[in-house]
């Protein structure tokens, strides 16, 4: 089984046809609303990238670099998405609740949720079948070492 307590996993909307940084900056406090609202994860464990992402991790590929946990003076190119959600995992039940709160919400505004963990990435729909939940499934699996 994959530890995954004190692990940060990263979350960003996709918005493909609204792609400015103001939007995705609005879409990262409702993300973080969201979360908050559905209990995933205490307040002090969820922080709100308003200007950046942490430098070493890159949320179109998923890769982490030795300077994953940089400071935002670091951030730039790629890295520097605004409106990204950083949570601190306690346990691996909170990364089955976190994966189940955000597709229940990227179903309900309609949008992908892009979520990367340890370099793996999974983007949700809110799809409750086919390739979605398989690809659920294999996530969680690859983290939890079983199948929820």
Do not use: K
């Not at 991790?57 to 300077?67: A, K, N, P, R």
């Not at 990204?84 to 949720?113: H, K, N």
């Not at 979520?115 to 699996?141: C, H, K, M, N, R």
Request: aromatic share 4%; hydrophobic share 40%.
């Amino acid at each position: 089984m994959n530890a995954v307590t004190g692990t940060d996993v990263l979350l960003r909307v996709e918005d493909p046809h609204h792609p400015d940084t103001e939007r995705a900056a609005r879409w990262g406090q409702q993300l973080y609303q969201e979360i908050w609202i559905a209990d995933v994860a205490p307040p002090d464990r969820v922080r709100l990238n308003q200007d950046h992402v942490d430098a070493g991790t890159d949320l179109e590929t998923g890769e982490s670099g030795s300077s994953a946990r940089s400071q935002s003076s670091q951030a730039s190119g790629e890295h520097a998405l605004p409106g990204t959600v950083v949570v601190d995992l306690l346990s691996p039940e909170s990364l089955t609740a976190l994966v189940g709160c955000m597709r229940e919400w990227a179903a309900r505004i309609e949008r992908t949720v892009r979520i990367v963990l340890d370099g793996d990435v999974l983007s949700v729909t809110g799809a409750l079948e086919g390739e979605e939940e398989t690809a659920v499934v294999a996530f969680l699996d690859r983290h939890l070492g079983e199948s929820p």
